[in-house]
């Protein structure tokens, strides 16, 4: 099985961490490709960035549509990801989305932890659209950027620590789900902190890709995720 | 009070139907200019045309950010309209949002009338978002494609009529609202037809916008909208 | 347009406080005029007052049901709105639903401010009842009666400032609404004083009805708001 | 046990059909009062009716609060209800919420069987108010006015036995619902007829104001039914 | 009328608290008999406990089938409660359903207190599956097992009040409910202390359950809980 | 890794199709074992049933519980699922969970085709308490008991194909799921003459287990799930 990992923004710092995180827990049968971003963000901290690496993301899907079994966008956000299903049949998979479906097989709530504060809108509506909300006990967010996360990992772990302690004392959170693939390499430290399970969207993803090719799945043509008819694109 | 609509994709045909939908209603000291983006989709046909036009429709709007006291995205779905809300203080309208707002006013419950067929999940999730679900009687779809709409005014008039009428008979609509830029111009004849009020988005856009703007309102920048810290673009 | 905005209480000041804030941000072409109950309550201070104020509001709104083209029940609760939709062709608003519906376009949560703090559960109802409650991120009240906030200006902004603050920064409201006529005035000190939009709800229904008025809409008469059969009246 | 049965309209025909239902299930310790308005209209066929109705009830119940030990408002939507509990301590029942909690016993889902079509929409929000859509199959209605109810007692039983039976079959419902007071007779005729509970309101809330009275419930004084401060009415 | 009481586990002790809570609210004409489990757990403490209790629950319910007319399982969650809808006419209740529906007539919103911590998800699902979510304002918890409920009554009532006030005070409670069967004895206690109705399953069960006898209702056999064809056991 | 797959029900040659497709789409690395119950029903055919079931599967997996990765029980209703989490550190899966989880990415929307028409509210619960109701399109029953199911294949695949095909066309699924583990053999087929994917929880919760395993992920024992204090059970 061959796996499209793409870091949707230019960061080459990043993208180690996630290719790093998408290959501890991967099959040995897995060939396992991370990409980043040509132009775009250097991270995405919020909406316009989010728009801009959407339409660059695609780009990237597309190029390489005809050499992967699956996709995996690999911001919890997934910006994009709507239209990389209607363009593929390959699956394709967010990294958000397939960390907090893992979580529903472990608790009854997960919180999300995420940065920075600004994104806590953001972060919510993107569970409420996957229906996932009664899950979620809470978003909490630590005031760091993202292209900050790398730059102090004491910093970040204490910051982190701090806000799962809280998600799972005064949330009743039982799962915690990393909000940010700048994040990926923190779930164990994390998972060992606070004694509960730390799920990082980038490992998540990759298991989630190896179990949907493994059964043979695709995504659906039936119905919003149909291609369009083509349209006249002037650009 | 200086008004900037955009429609979205690339289609001169449909911006005048847009411009003159917004014209009708206009209040006479209303400024309004409706300008079309120079590179994108002739039409949103589907997820893929909206991850485009985002991006070109908020270039279009930061270009212009300076000349304009309000904003209107003029799409049913009006993608990149959180974008724009983060990176301006001016208000900035979609046509589905401001239809659906004003149609609560009107009756319990509104049908939005659109097409393709497969656009309806797409719709739906717009409508969720925006947290008017408890409102919406139903999505009712007519098979045609948005670039379609205008070669057959008849059979669109036709079409739309039928899918209205069922919204009201089958699913409790009181009020209708139509779900796409390119049926501007038909929202009096359907409403003559059906016998209930029909919203034309762009229509009630710039009623909003003139209702924000004259009561000196713009958009919250102490949450979710707040600008991001400038990130490292590489382009 | 002429527009008739009834304050359902039989106070002359807060009828005062309501007219002006009805006029300041009305177009130059709107005829506005402002009137109270003769009979009922001096303000609202519970559901009983509510029941009796709704029928003498009905009334009023009855013998002037010609002389206007839209209809603003100036209470944020707006109790016998329904009927009054039910009996006129004419548009109908309350200031609780024009504050929400246009605050929904401002930020992603409003937080509404009220009181007593009695009164909490049935503003959540109200919210409920329009359907926004997605959109609602807290309600905060003040320990006031609705008489007492004319009496001391500086309490009231301070007291309202306050339940904002904590709105704002516990309960991430992006935007306030103010959640009672009698508050009509305070809405830019506050808006100065927290640095969020503040919505009255007067202001935002004599722009709504301009709005709707300007387009030319009016009640659904296809369902719920449908003139029943008249009955016998024993009275 | 002291009960009193408000009729919230002046028609004596429907007075004597709640109060026969009212006496058929009541235990023998019960002593049960039916009392319709002196003013207000002959039949709630629509909100006005209700609005009116609503005074003329409060000013009922608040001449007799001294005397009884429970209070009932025998009409689906119970119009001023939330006063009634805001005015008194005695525990007070609304004959839809009464049959639609004892519903919630039986089956996984019931429907509302109620009249005219043109209130599908108000008896929707009610269900929605008490917190019990999750619940509700459907609301079905039959086109005929509440005052003919009594005109034709079969067609009055054909027309709810199809009602019920496509709730049954179409909507999944386990459980009937009767949507209007002046329904109460036919509980048993429609059970037979279509094998499912099928549950009158007027008997439902005898029988639980005599759950809550013999328990020794009174309504809750500590929040949104607390008293309101005695204001100024100038009536 | 004769009724069913059983308690789901093994203990002698709960079983005399819940025979004296259920007789002392019991109309004179009711015959009513309290069993316990003949195997099972000593007290439910989790989910095993649960399942446990839920077979010989319903072992006990079937061998006494045809001596009752209803029963109720006295345990907050009633495990086995569908499963005794299904194979009896007879109703069924369940203690915390029963006091969960007697309170929504009481108040706007009711919290429910219980014990120990661990099991706040586990009553979250309870209220959510009886749809009664939106009336339910907390959930609170005492950090005690079930069994040791009856070793310290004061610590017991010194903790339950605590947890009740700040219900009240912080989540806007204005009706307590029991969450544990162990609890029978404390309502009118913890009434008197706190001000606002505490509703004790037990006795609300008896109540409804001698309301819809009274009032001649059977559980639903027109769909989910129909019987199911007999199947071959193999025990 | 080993995974125990747990057919709740003493049926053995459902016990073959459940172990067939299970291994079907396993890793080679997976050792599987599928066991059934020693007692308990031939097939779980309502809410009785399930009961019977929840406790030998409990016994089951207690007794296997220190030799095993992971487990799943193979009832797409999983009875026992929580009591199973809460007794075990290694992670358990539910099928009807797993493949509903799956299908979250690949459609919009999702259908459960299940039977008997009987247990449609039961599966509506399931996914209700799953909090996925937002993304199923709806439940559809066939008529036929689960024992039945394998005694002709034609007539199951043709029902189930015709209420796949009402799914999709009326209803709006593009998904499906199967609702129940003696369907597992039926996946394939019905997708090639739908032209969605068709999704066997069994093979689904064989590939999540894998993927769980594979990340190191197990039941959280921070809340819900944490082991409760041993009671003294009489048995």
Redesign the interface.
Same mark, same amino acid.
């Given at each position: 099985m061959k796996l499209l990992v793409i870091n949707p923004n230019?960061s080459d710092s990043m993208t180690r961490v996630i290719d790093q995180a998408a290959r501890r827990?991967a099959?040995p049968q897995t060939e396992l490709v991370t990409l980043h971003l040509s132009?775009?963000?250097?991270?995405i901290?919020?909406?316009?960035?989010?728009?801009?690496a959407?339409?660059a993301t695609?780009e990237l899907l597309l190029a390489h549509r005809a050499d992967y079994d699956a996709f995996i966008i690999a911001c919890f956000s997934a910006?994009?990801l709507?239209?990389a299903?209607?363009?593929l049949e390959a699956?394709v998979?967010g990294i958000g989305?397939?960390a907090m479906?893992?979580a529903?097989?472990?608790?009854?709530?997960f919180s999300v932890l995420t940065q920075?504060a600004?994104?806590?809108?953001?972060v919510?509506?993107v569970i &409420?659209?996957?229906?996932?909300?009664? &899950?979620c006990a809470s978003v909490r967010t630590v005031e760091m950027?993202v292209?900050a996360l790398g730059d102090d990992a004491a910093a970040t772990l204490a910051n982190f620590t701090e806000a799962g302690r809280r998600a799972?004392e005064e949330d009743?959170?039982?799962?915690l789900v990393l909000g940010c693939a700048g994040l990926a390499g923190i779930d164990?430290a994390l998972e060992r902190a606070l004694?509960?399970?730390v799920?990082d969207g980038v490992?998540?993803a990759v298991?989630?890709a190896?179990?949907?090719v493994?059964?043979?799945? &695709?995504?659906?043509?039936?119905?919003?995720?149909?291609?369009?008819?083509p349209?006249? &694109?002037?650009?």
């Amino acid at each position: 099985m061959k796996l499209l990992v793409i870091n949707p923004n230019t960061s080459d710092s990043m993208t180690r961490v996630i290719d790093q995180a998408a290959r501890r827990y991967a099959l040995p049968q897995t060939e396992l490709v991370t990409l980043h971003l040509s132009r775009g963000p250097a991270s995405i901290e919020g909406y316009l960035d989010a728009v801009v690496a959407a339409e660059a993301t695609l780009e990237l899907l597309l190029a390489h549509r005809a050499d992967y079994d699956a996709f995996i966008i690999a911001c919890f956000s997934a910006h994009g990801l709507h239209a990389a299903r209607e363009q593929l049949e390959a699956p394709v998979f967010g990294i958000g989305e397939a960390a907090m479906l893992l979580a529903c097989t472990l608790g009854h709530h997960f919180s999300v932890l995420t940065q920075p504060a600004r994104s806590k809108p953001a972060v919510e509506e993107v569970i &409420r659209g996957y229906g996932l909300w009664q &899950r979620c006990a809470s978003v909490r967010t630590v005031e760091m950027s993202v292209l900050a996360l790398g730059d102090d990992a004491a910093a970040t772990l204490a910051n982190f620590t701090e806000a799962g302690r809280r998600a799972i004392e005064e949330d009743g959170a039982e799962v915690l789900v990393l909000g940010c693939a700048g994040l990926a390499g923190i779930d164990k430290a994390l998972e060992r902190a606070l004694g509960v399970p730390v799920l990082d969207g980038v490992a998540c993803a990759v298991k989630l890709a190896e179990a949907c090719v493994g059964y043979g799945l &695709r995504t659906s043509k039936a119905g919003g995720f149909a291609p369009p008819e083509p349209g006249t &694109r002037a650009r």
